[in-house]
């Protein structure tokens, strides 16, 4: 009742578990995946061989990474960026109404068209109910100008001439004219930045329009600071990475570009582009586009074996007590951590945060061993350190 062959296929695998760590071990070898087992060969007196091709952590010659200098540009909120925050937050909860007078430069219009091309319709060139704001629309820049001064209800003619290079060869080089009725015509109606609605957009929390733009003030001061912070950071490590010396194991690479690759198709699926498509809108080939994924992947690797060669070297390790506490942001309705770490290690996610703690060591340890100069860093007398605002609401409402 026993499957021998099964029963033998078990035990070789049992044996190549052993017997391949140990061997990993004799040899002082780091593998950076399981590898590719070849010539298995299980002979009849019980013996088993085998050989491994495995990819294994390249030797890294680091420079040195202690004393590095960099100066940081610690970056001054100006009143104009305020100004242009308020004007923001303005837009954002205007009021669009129908007017009858004549479309301005920033009206949003829907409307219908009808297109000839040298005095014949054009085949599937009527449309109904295209939607555009005035002034930013690309479908071609004179119908911007000629929808000005017109108004709803009111038909007007536009011509353009196409490129002899356009890319629908029916209509490169040809002059289409398009007869326009408007359908509607409707105008963004900002508020006026007063002291009620600057209380109405922090549901309360800021009375005054001088007190939302010192929080506004705040929290553009705390991102433009901590985007300073990330650029010493990336600075430090650029200058480690480009200095160090190893030969990149393609097998990483390969799996990095997929992965980008991966990442590219799922984002063009979900704007329903295909990859041409893509490569045809921002006038590359899908052999640039490739070609840059492969470059970027092999620049990931190569930081990323950089970094971990640094933290090998200093003993930079993420323990269970840092995960622990990157995990209390999780801890919501009495869950306890084990639960937790179960339900994100199922999803992959427990991985990702393991990383970010890591990266914050090795990066941490880089800016604490540094000569870090401050270009840029107001008097006592100009302003004070900007307060640790919340970076996910630069809006400033909370």
Not at 101 to 128: K, L, N, R, S
Not at 140 to 149: A, D, Q, R, T
Request: glycine share 4%; proline share 3%; charged share 30%.
């Amino acid at each position: 009742r026993v499957n021998q062959h099964m029963l033998e296929q078990e035990a070789i695998e049992a044996v190549i578990d052993i017997t391949y760590k140990e061997a990993l071990t004799e040899q002082n070898l780091e593998p950076l995946e399981r590898g590719e087992i070849e010539d298995l060969n299980a002979a009849d007196d019980k013996t088993l061989t085998y050989t491994v091709l495995v990819s294994v952590r390249p030797e890294i010659k680091l420079p040195t990474y202690t004393g590095l200098k960099v100066t940081q540009h610690a970056t001054q909120i100006s009143d104009e960026q305020v100004a242009a925050e308020i004007e923001r937050l303005r837009e954002r909860t205007a009021d669009f109404s129908e007017v009858d007078d004549g479309i301005q430069t920033g009206d949003y219009v829907t409307i219908d068209y009808a297109m000839t091309v040298d005095g014949e319709a054009y085949p599937d060139g009527d449309t109904t109910g295209y939607p555009l704001e005035v002034g930013t629309d690309t479908f071609f820049p004179e119908l911007n100008e000629g929808l000005l001064g017109v108004k709803q209800g009111e038909t007007t003619t536009v011509t353009t001439t196409y490129p002899t290079d356009y890319s629908n060869k029916d209509l490169a080089g040809k002059t289409a004219s398009f007869e326009i009725t408007i359908q509607q015509v409707r105008r963004m109606i900002k508020p006026d930045a007063s002291d009620a609605w600057a209380e109405t957009i922090s549901q309360g929390a800021l009375t005054t329009i001088d007190t939302l733009r010192e929080r506004l003030k705040e929290n553009l001061q705390a991102m433009a600071s901590q985007s300073d912070h990330d650029q010493v950071r990336n600075e430090l490590v650029r200058q480690v990475v480009e200095q160090a010396e190893l030969d990149l194991p393609e097998t990483l690479v390969d799996e990095e570009f997929s992965h980008l690759m991966e990442e590219l198709e799922q984002k063009l699926t979900q704007q329903r582009m295909t990859l041409a498509e893509y490569a045809e809108a921002v006038t590359r080939t899908e052999d640039d586009i490739k070609n840059e994924q492969m470059l970027l992947a092999r620049d990931m690797v190569r930081r990323s074996l950089v970094l971990q060669e640094v933290a090998r070297c200093e003993k930079i390790y993420v323990t269970d007590e840092d995960v622990d506490a990157a995990l209390l942001s999780f801890a919501q309705g009495g869950r306890s951590l084990k639960d937790i770490r179960k339900d994100l290690e199922k999803s992959g996610r427990l991985n990702s945060i393991a990383s970010r703690i890591f990266h914050e060591k090795v990066l941490g340890f880089l800016e604490a061993q540094a000569e870090i100069t401050v270009e840029g860093q107001p008097t006592d007398a100009e302003t004070t350190e900007a307060p640790a605002a919340d970076t996910d609401t630069p809006d400033a409402t909370e």
